[in-house]
């Protein structure tokens, strides 16, 4: 494994022997120790010049993103980062701290190489957050979401939202609105109207000049989906993420932990995310970049999700199965991919199937 090679052996199939929420916390603190002490990058994000892009007004040495939620109080960054992702997006962050559901709340769907979590924005809050990340400023190799939330017994999760943004924008190359995690009750009704209009007015004016990205479910219906479209639009949102978990559950998932309440992420999420990102390009037309996340696992899936809209790609579940080689192997294969059909540039191949 490349990361092995580079002297960072933290990954291992000994941690499926383990739960999995203390497997998820002792890669994160691997990680962590891995980037302080300064090791060499396992894989370079610049390495594949073909691979650079402009979105949202950022140079993105490559489109690979880690997804929020894998390091959610910004505790390992370098060392994602050292992974070879373009970006990593950390978070959600709440204004206050907040403790998240009871355990265990994180399932491993072997059979069906998925995941189901219902974490419920488990974090250390933004104060903690960002002080962390104001220690990374200036030895980043790589750009940095961050990705904020309402507390659960928020009186006010607009002003919570609001709060986030206007506190993290300084720190951020850019911020991601989080309103499609379904283990928040009543989440996402932000993503209906009227509040769905009042919070993007709010986050645009408490971002300023930064650039703002809103993370939806993938669980829309195609007029639900289109008016959030429009409205992302018209709050001139820079970048639309689609999409999160899902509360569905295919009929042909073999793992005994699929009935687990939560939202699916994995290779069975893998369907619905393409569809859901063909309706956003479709109801866009191109106006809006997309980022597209949901059973990604290699370069040939993220070839394909760029070919058919997608600007950039994130990663979360395919870690746990495929390693942390994966961002690495996916840059290289997509690299290659791109060069055998002819495309001198990334955006060359955006919704060019």
């Known amino acids: ?18 739960d999995a929420e203390r497997a998820h916390a002792l890669t994160v603190r691997s990680l962590a120790a891995w980037g302080k002490a300064g090791t060499p990058l396992a894989t370079a994000p610049d390495r594949f010049l073909r691979l650079r892009s402009v979105v949202a ?11 929020a939620g894998v390091d959610k109080d910004g505790e390992a960054i370098a060392g994602f980062l050292g992974l070879g992702f373009g970006a990593v997006e950390i978070g959600t962050l709440t204004p206050r701290p907040q403790p998240g559901n009871p355990k265990p709340r994180l399932f491993r769907l072997r059979e069906d190489r998925a995941v189901v979590n219902r974490y419920g924005f488990n974090n250390k809050g933004l104060d903690a957050g960002l002080a962390r ?49 379904p283990n928040t009750p009543g989440l996402r009704d932000l993503q209906a109207q009227p509040l769905l209009g009042e919070l993007l007015a709010a986050t645009r004016a408490a971002a300023g000049t930064r650039p703002l ?3 939806i479910a993938p669980d829309l219906d195609r007029p639900d989906l ?33 009935a687990e309440t939560g939202g699916l992420s994995g290779a069975p999420l ?15 037309g191109g106006a809006i970049p997309l980022v597209s996340v949901g059973g990604i696992d290699s370069g040939a899936a993220a070839y394909a999700r760029i070919r058919a809209g997608a600007s950039l790609v994130q990663l979360y579940s395919a870690m746990v199965y495929e390693g942390p080689g994966l961002p690495g192997r996916i840059a290289r294969d997509l690299d290659a991919l791109l060069a055998r059909d002819g495309f001198e540039t990334l955006a060359q191949a955006i919704a060019a199937a």
């Open 226 to 258: 289109d008016a959030i479209v429009r409205a992302a639009i018209d709050a001139r949102i820079d970048a639309l993420i689609v999409s999160n978990t899902t509360v569905s559950r295919p009929a042909n998932l073999r793992s005994p932990q699929a």
């Open 133 to 181: 990340v104001a220690g990374t400023t200036g030895r980043r190799r790589g750009l940095l979401g961050i990705n904020v939330g309402a507390n659960k017994d928020s009186t006010d999760r607009i002003a919570d939202y609001a709060h986030g943004v206007a506190a993290a924008a300084p720190l951020a190359d850019y911020l991601t609105i989080n309103i499609s995690s």
């Open 1 to 18: 494994m490349e990361c092995e090679r580079a002297g960072m052996a933290w990954y291992h199939p000994a941690l499926f022997a383990i």
């Open 57 to 67: 007004g950022l140079d993105f040495a490559n489109p690979i993103g880690l997804a």
């Open 270 to 284: 893998a369907p619905l995310a393409r569809a859901k990102l063909a309706e956003a390009r479709s109801a866009s």
């Open 213 to 215: 990205f809103l993370k």
